[in-house]
């Protein structure tokens, strides 16, 4: 049952992704990417992972994704065209996405009944997967999270306001 | 399998229960709002239909469905329809996690007075109160209005600063209940509320919350001598009502996670815990309403740096002091 759900939950995660990378609007680019995230979320809870199943939504559908809209909506990406052929194949897509994962989801509940009160029969809880995350492989995480400060240190040094040429000579 | 049904049927009905009690808390809200405004402003407001006018909420109601729903030219057809769903829905999904009452003991059955208590239920409230942002976001720009669209970035903007501070402010919470589950949270508040227990950690939340809900001071994203309505200036009748319902949800939400994470939850003297809940509930929703009476809207640029460069050192230290002293005492 499990393995038979992860294979529909991967295909939608892969179908969700490459509908992402093909679809011209901007928007609704980033609205399958979420989809593909939520399937991935539940491909996290079937292994046992409920905390980084809510970490994958907190963290890229809650924070990442909507960092997304706000740049696309800063720089203006919209499309300027109208969107070409029949109105269905803009919407069938998403919302068969949108189906299999709710589908995926119930089906979860019902194989395993006391997934319905947030205690699955095996996962690992949040104290476990904390003394593992800072613990067997704090390492690891510190190295990943130095990784990132050096990007956001980075990101800042090339984005910083630099006066042009002409203006220091108005100044002066 | 006869468990498993059972089980069921009692999250159904407490499903239920819950959703008819908050529709209708929300659309009385809006009632009391009205009323409170108008008195601080020396009027009467709504006071035709029936007594007091207590009828007010179902006329608004009728009027909102009776409307013409329309659409701009260019929007996005799917986009524009769905988002104000989106809105209520993310809205009505966190009081899953609300516990509004200690477990009753019925039939020898154990009855948590909580649709779902998950043992990561903070979590659950965090992640679902930032997928509120889609609703919004999506309807901003679906309306192809320049309006909706600063409004819409204006609360991604907002959204986004105001969260991390939220979630920090949260952290010394957890830290002296030792769960995520909010259960656990209010059963640790027996004695003293977090509110005495964690003073600076409740301003962050309660300033953050506000931010993230969108009540003024901070109701940029919708600040009516600006950007008109921002993200809801296309939409009428229902899809309207349900982006103006979904706020009201809002309310009782931090109404309800303000009570439950700082104001020592159903705990108090002498009246039944559910009451105490209530009470402590109402008043909070009372005091956002007297906020909107009395303050001046922030400016933007205000608005991120007093997240940005106020709130979130002032979380971190708060977190760093908190976790130390937690520590000395063991």
């Known amino acids: 049952m499990a393995s038979i759900l992860f294979y529909i939950l991967a295909f939608v995660l892969l179908a969700a992704t490459l509908l992402c990378v093909t679809c011209r609007n901007p928007v609704h680019a980033v609205i ?29 559908v809650g924070a990442i994704m909507v960092l997304f809209l706000f740049i696309i909506m800063v720089l203006e990406l919209a499309p300027r065209e109208q969107p070409q052929g029949p109105g269905w ?45 800072f613990g067997r492989f704090g390492l690891a995480v510190e190295v990943v999270s130095f990784q990132l400060l050096f990007a956001a240190v980075g990101a800042y040094y090339l984005g910083r306001y630099q006066p042009r040429e002409q203006d220091k000579e108005e100044t002066s | 399998m006869s468990d498993l049904l059972l089980s069921l049927a009692l999250i159904l009905v407490k499903l239920g229960l819950i959703f008819g009690v908050i529709l209708g808390m929300a659309a009385y809200l809006v009632l009391a709002e009205r009323k409170i405004l108008g008195r601080m402003q020396l009027r009467h407001g709504p006071n035709r239909l029936g007594p007091f006018g207590l009828i007010q909420p179902m006329a608004d109601v009728i009027k909102l469905i009776t409307k013409e729903d329309f659409m701009p030219d260019q929007a996005d057809k799917w986009l524009f329809l769905f988002a104000p769903g989106l809105t209520a829905l993310t809205a009505l999904l966190s009081f899953v996690v609300v516990p509004f009452a200690p477990p009753l003991t019925i ?3 154990e009855l948590p007075m909580v649709v779902c208590d998950l043992n990561i239920g903070l979590l659950y409230f965090l992640g679902i ?3 509120g942002v889609y609703g919004v976001v999506i309807g901003g720009w679906a309306s192809n209005s320049k309006y909706s669209l600063l409004g819409a970035m204006r ?4 959204l986004l600063s105001y969260e991390l501070a939220m979630g920090l402010a949260l952290i010394p919470v957890v830290l002296s209940a030792k769960s995520f589950s909010l259960t656990d949270v209010v059963m640790s508040q027996a004695d003293w509320p977090n509110l005495l227990k964690h003073p600076v950690a409740f301003l962050i939340f309660l300033v953050s919350i506000a931010a993230e809900s969108k009540r003024t001071p901070f109701d940029m994203p919708e600040a009516e001598n ?5 993200f809801h200036t296309e939409y009428s009748g229902m899809r309207f009502g349900l982006f103006f319902v979904g706020e009201y949800i809002n309310l009782v939400i931090i109404g309800s996670m303000l009570t439950v994470l700082f104001l020592g939850g159903w705990h108090g003297p002498l009246l039944p815990p559910i009451v105490w809940f209530a009470i402590k509930v109402l008043f909070v929703a009372f005091c956002f309403i007297w906020a909107r009476g009395t303050m001046p809207r922030l400016r933007y640029d205000q608005l991120l740096h007093l997240g940005w460069k106020v709130l979130i050192p002032l979380a971190l230290l708060n977190l760093l002091v908190t976790a130390a002293v937690l520590l000395a005492i063991g």
Do not use: T
């Open chain 2, 155 to 158: 609360s991604i903007g907002q």
């Open chain 2, 107 to 109: 039939f020898g059955r």
């Open chain 1, 32 to 60: 399958y990417l979420v989809k593909g995230f939520f399937a991935l979320a539940l491909m996290f809870y079937l292994l046992g992972a409920p905390l980084i199943a809510a970490w994958e939504v907190i963290v890229y």
């Open chain 2, 226 to 230: 600006e950007i008109v309505g921002g």
């Open chain 2, 129 to 131: 109160s930032s997928l």
């Open chain 1, 89 to 133: 194949k803009r919407w069938v897509p998403g919302l068969m996405l949108a189906a299999a994962v709710i589908f995926c989801s119930l089906l979860i509940i019902f194989q395993d009944p006391s997934a319905a009160s947030g205690n699955p029969a095996h996962f690992v809880g949040p104290r476990a997967f904390g003394e593992a995350l």
